[in-house]
């Protein structure tokens, strides 16, 4: 976080309310884990909806929540609420709000909008209705506006209509909250940080239950699900590295920021310390690809958990996934399988379907024959793999990968489960 520009709370701080109406939004298929987390933050009335979830809050546990929540893509603050059944409905209620004590004329702001079941003729026109509001606003107040801005925008504003109601909100988050700030290689096909989040989360309770402390990840990438699993085990804050958009508005006050921060760091230094002493979890990562392993080191050394990588509780190397070895009796797997080019990593001169079946029958031996007695939970979307991998799922969460619909399979490994074929058979 940054507090170098940060607005004081002054006279605009009377703005706030003691109880906001508020919606978080996050990854689909996470619904159930942001409401509990809402819920442990502060946040009171919380419910899932399609996408998010919405809650009660004050401006402080607001904050706090978008600090701190791992799951969220965006948290917003409802400032306006009125009944819909046109643009201008829109236009009216967003021009009785007092954005000045929000923002002023010289921040940029930009608008978006969600429709969600309104009978509009376009999307578009209803939200450029909405920024005209504020625009008029301001001009009304002051005789000038400020200025929009797309792609760096100081505020931003967004919109929800309905078949019956019109919600305008402000954003706390400022960029999409799985921006972490660690993460600047990506490597192919990103997995976001707020998605491998909540995969870790539905995982580690598998690992909880069958008493796993031991953790493989043979497709690492550039390894978001091993930092982002490791972040929550040592208690990293996912705002510890980054700015938020309600740093940006009037009634935030950088006391509290700092309050968060100073919060934050000694979590998250007592979380390392604690990693360090009692060693209580392993987590062996590896690619094929070099400059991915190269990648995922960087990346969890900006997380601040390069002390772990030199005592060996994350150890990332370049390796055939079909080669890897179960490092106890006892563990999980928890990974993302590539697909497309990445999939022909080894120079296969073969078709990309080809030599993803042929990769992940061979990874499916491999599970049964090598690492009895461990769990393998695979995010994939392809939602077949089953057919490929040779293993029967004991679960399937679904789960949303942007508008890629997926599948978190876990495979529990028995002993004795899988007996080779006779090479002449």
Not at 349 to 369: C, H, Q, T
């Amino acid at each position: 976080m940054s507090f170098k520009n940060a607005p004081k709370g002054g006279k605009s701080a009377a703005v706030l309310k003691p109880v906001f109406e508020c919606f978080a939004s996050c990854p689909r298929g996470l619904e159930t884990q942001l409401q509990a987390e809402i819920e442990k933050l502060g946040g009171r009335k919380v419910e899932t909806t399609h996408g998010g979830c919405t809650f009660e809050a004050s401006w402080i546990q607001a904050t706090r929540i978008t600090y701190w929540s791992r799951f969220a893509g965006r948290v917003g603050l409802q400032i306006a609420k009125g009944p819909f059944q046109s643009d201008e409905d829109l236009y009216k209620l967003a021009l009785t709000v007092p954005w000045w004590n929000w923002f002023g004329l010289s921040q940029t702001f930009r608008v978006d909008l969600n429709n969600l079941g309104a009978n509009v003729k376009s999307i578009r026109f209803t939200q450029l209705r909405l920024k005209d509001a504020i625009c008029d606003a301001f001009i009304r107040q002051f005789d000038e506006r400020p200025n929009v801005s797309i792609e760096e925008p100081d505020v931003r504003v967004f919109g929800a209509v309905s078949a019956t109601e019109a919600m305008v909100y402000i954003d706390l988050a400022g960029e999409n909250l799985f921006k972490r700030g660690w993460r600047l290689d990506k490597g192919e096909a990103p997995l976001k940080e707020n998605l491998a989040a909540g995969i870790w989360a539905i995982a580690e309770q598998r690992a909880t239950a069958i008493g796993a402390t031991h953790f493989i990840d043979p497709f690492c990438g550039s390894g978001t699900l091993v930092i982002e699993s490791v972040c929550t085990l040592c208690d990293r804050a996912p705002g510890l590295e980054r700015p938020f958009g309600f740093e940006k508005l009037k009634p935030y006050d950088p006391a509290l920021g700092q309050a968060l921060q100073n919060e934050a760091n000694q979590r998250f230094n007592a979380g390392l310390d604690k990693a360090l002493e009692e060693r209580h979890f392993q987590w062996t990562a590896s690619d094929i690809t070099p400059l991915l392993v190269e990648m995922a080191e960087e990346n969890a050394k900006r997380a601040g958990l390069g002390e772990l990588l030199e005592a060996g509780l994350i150890q990332f190397s370049q390796k055939d996934a079909l080669v890897t070895k179960p490092t106890s009796e006892l563990g999980l797997m928890l990974t993302n399988p590539p697909y497309g080019e990445r999939v022909r990593a080894k120079g296969a001169d073969i078709p990309e379907d080809e030599a993803y079946v042929r990769l992940f029958k061979e990874f499916g031996n491999l599970l049964k024959s090598s690492y009895a007695g461990w769990t393998a939970m695979v995010f994939s979307g392809d939602l077949e793999i089953k057919k490929v991998i040779g293993l029967s799922p004991k679960r399937k969460t679904p789960l949303f990968n942007g508008a890629i619909e997926c599948r978190l399979f876990e495979f529990p490994i028995a002993a004795g489960s899988y007996r080779p074929r006779a090479e002449n058979s």
